[in-house]
C-alpha cells in the first residue's frame, strides 16, 4: 500500500516568508508526528497527532511553529517569518496507534521522505 | 543526561562480515520501546526492528538482529552478512512512556554512519 508522502520534496524560501509542509499519512494510521534533522543532527521530535487533536506539542521550537490534522488524516505543519535555523529537512511519519493505547509493533512510526527546506 | 547514545560515529565493514551497532539507553520508565532505522542517502527514515522492554526474547528481522541486554540498558543491532545496500545511516530510538497514549514521541540517538566496503 502507498507509504507517507510529504509535499513539497523541496522548497527554497527568503527569510521572513511563511511556508507550508503537507504530509499524508499511511490510509487508517490515526497518529501523525512531525520531526525535524538538521544537518549534522539526529531528529527532533515536534509535534503528535491523535486523530485531530495535538496531546503532544512539546518540540515545537517558538511560536512561528504550528501545525493542523483536519479529518484525521492530512496534517499542515506551518512556520511564520522563517529564520535560516528553520532550515533542515522536516520528517512526518504516522503510526496505527489505537485510542486504546496498545503498544507495540503496531505503534511503530513509518516516516515519509521528507521535505526539505532552505531559508535564504 | 542523553536518552539514546551512539557511540560509533561511523563504521567500516568488509561485505559478508556481521556488524554490531551500539546504541544504549536512559529511562526510569518500566515500559518503553526500542527501535532501529535506517536512513540511506535517499533520506527516507527505514524502519528495521523493534524490541519492546517487556519482550523475552531479543527482536529478530531477517539479517536484522537485536541484542537486547536490559540490565545494561543497551540494545545493539546486528546485521549479519552485511551487503553493500546495507552503508547508510543507521538510528537507534526510544519510545518511553505509560500506555496511555500522550507519550508517543521517539527519541533519537546521532545515528552511526556504516560503510560496507566491497
Known amino acids: 500500500g502507498a507509504g507517507v508522502s510529504q509535499s513539497p520534496s523541496n522548497k527554497v524560501t527568503e527569510k521572513g516568508k511563511d511556508v507550508e509542509l503537507r504530509c499524508d499519512p499511511i490510509?487508517?494510521?490515526?497518529?501523525l508526528y512531525w520531526y525535524r534533522q538538521s544537518l549534522g543532527q539526529g531528529l527532533e521530535f515536534l509535534i503528535y497527532?491523535?486523530?485531530?487533536?495535538?496531546?503532544?506539542k512539546s518540540g515545537l521550537p517558538s511560536d512561528r511553529f504550528s501545525a493542523e490534522r483536519t479529518g484525521g488524516s492530512v496534517s499542515t505543519l506551518t512556520i511564520q517569518r522563517t529564520q535560516q535555523e528553520d532550515s533542515a529537512v522536516y520528517l512526518c511519519?504516522?503510526?496505527?496507534?489505537?485510542?486504546?493505547?496498545?503498544?507495540?509493533?503496531?505503534?511503530?512510526?513509518?516516516f515519509g521522505p521528507g521535505t526539505r527546506l532552505t531559508v535564504l | 543526561a542523553q536518552k539514546i547514545t551512539q557511540t560509533q560515529p561511523g563504521m567500516f565493514v568488509q561485505e559478508k562480515e556481521a556488524v554490531t551497532l551500539d546504541c544504549t539507553y536512559d529511562?526510569?520508565?518500566?515500559?518503553?520501546?526500542l527501535f532501529w532505522y535506517k536512513q540511506p542517502s535517499s533520506g527516507e527514515m527505514i524502519f528495521l526492528i523493534y524490541?519492546?522492554?517487556?519482550?523475552?526474547q531479543n527482536a529478530t528481522e531477517g539479517r536484522y538482529s537485536l541484542n537486547f541486554q536490559k540490565a545494561r540498558k543497551s540494545a545493539n543491532l546486528v546485521i549479519s552478512a552485511s551487503q553493500l545496500g546495507d552503508s547508510a545511516m543507521y538510528f537507534c530510538?526510544?519510545?518511553?512512556?505509560?500506555?496511555?497514549?500522550?507519550?508517543?514521541?521517539?527519541?533519537f540517538g546521532t545515528g552511526t554512519r556504516l560503510t560496507i566496503i566491497p
Open positions: 511519519a504516522s503510526s496505527s496507534q489505537g485510542s486504546s493505547g496498545r503498544r507495540g509493533p503496531t505503534d511503530t512510526q513509518y
Open positions: 490510509s487508517g494510521h490515526t497518529a
Open positions: 497527532f491523535q486523530g485531530n487533536s495535538a496531546p503532544d
Open positions: 529511562t526510569s520508565d518500566p515500559s518503553y520501546g
Open positions: 524490541q519492546g522492554s517487556y519482550d523475552q
Open positions: 530510538a526510544m519510545r518511553e512512556g505509560p500506555t496511555n497514549f500522550g507519550n508517543e514521541k521517539l527519541t
